[in-house]
C-alpha cells in the first residue's frame, strides 16, 4: 500500500513540479524587468533541483542527490551575483 501511494505521489510531485518549471521559464523569458527575471531563474534552479530528487527518490541512485546538491550550491552563487550586479552594477569590487 505504502509504495503504491509513493509510487503515484511521487508522480504527481514531478507533473506538478514540471509544470512550475515551464511557469518559470516563461517569466524568465517575458519577464517586463530584470528583477522579474532574476526571481524566475532563482525559482527555475529550485525547481529543477527538487525534480531531480524526486527522480533520485523513484531510481534509488545516489547520482540525482548529488546532481541536485551542486545546483543548489551554484544557483545561490549566482542568484547572489545577479542580485548585487542589479544593485550596484559590479559583481567584483
Excluded at 513540479?17 to 531563474?41: E, H, K, N, T, Y
Aim: glycine content about 8%; proline content about 1%.
Amino acid at each position: 500500500m505504502s509504495e503504491l501511494v509513493l509510487h503515484w505521489s511521487l508522480w504527481a510531485a514531478q507533473i506538478m513540479l514540471g509544470m512550475a518549471f515551464i511557469c518559470c521559464a516563461w517569466r524568465v523569458a517575458r519577464g517586463p524587468r530584470a528583477q522579474d527575471r532574476v526571481v524566475g531563474l532563482d525559482t527555475l534552479y529550485v525547481n529543477g533541483m527538487l525534480l531531480l530528487l524526486t527522480f533520485g527518490i523513484r531510481s534509488g541512485t545516489d547520482v540525482y542527490f548529488e546532481i541536485a546538491l551542486v545546483i543548489a550550491l551554484l544557483g545561490f552563487v549566482s542568484t547572489a551575483a545577479l542580485a548585487k550586479f542589479l544593485m550596484r552594477g559590479e559583481v567584483i569590487e
